[in-house]
């Protein structure tokens, strides 16, 4: 699903704040250099991770594993990888750990040791700011002009396979892109757009008071951990801890209004 839209949002949000790479030459002590994680990721998923206009890898994701390192007292190397093959690199050791939007699995379970959820990956409602404050929820759909993007993501098809709720839609609308929603959405042509929360809330964050969000989970869940090799638990607890620190302190917090203009981190009880 990041593919279908991470061109488009790239191509209008190609912002933020920049972050230094770990790494350093020179000679350093076997202690020292160990203390440098490689982080795989897929740089072309914003606002998670991507590279900007200069190009440097920044995204919400980015911080968050930067200030983390920053607390174990290490640095992070941030290394774009094929993402279709994330296992695989995994294993073989050319990553330590894959931070990017991973949805936690029972299949990935399997090969992967995974963090604590540090924010839900969800799909809800937004509607244009100051109008049909009577959509609070799936059924306050009807009668409404929604749209979603089209290309088999899991919402489209979670909105397919409920007919007895979308025949009773003024109109159901499918965007090749979620920008070319929200502009219409802006401009009053539909009235309502269901999408993943992160994209739509980053979107509010460079559209401030066009659109607002409707804070009801629609459809199905999950939610994003940070992947470890199966057998590296000590990292994974340091990686824990660092997490569990900002959440506790409002870092956290701060990073998430940073990238969304929300705190998007609260975890919903699976």
Known sequence: MKKVFAVVIMALFAMGVLVGCGGGGGTKPKAEEQKKIVLGLDDNFPPMGFVDENNKIVGFDIDLATEAAKRMGGKVEFKPIDWASKEAELKSGRVDMLWNGLDITEKRKENILFSDPYMNNRFIIFRQAGKNDDIKDEASLAGKIVATQSGGGTIEDYLDGKPELTKQFKEFKKYQDYLSAFMDLENGRIDAVVCDEIIGRYYMS??????????????????FGVGFRKDDKELRDKVQKALDEMRKDGTMKSISEK???ADITKIEKK
Do not use: L
Request: aromatic share 10%; no cysteine; net charge neutral.
């Open 206 to 223: 460079k559209h401030p008071n066009k659109i607002e969000a409707v804070d009801v989970t629609v459809g199905p869940s999950a939610q």
């Open 259 to 261: 990238w969304f203009a």
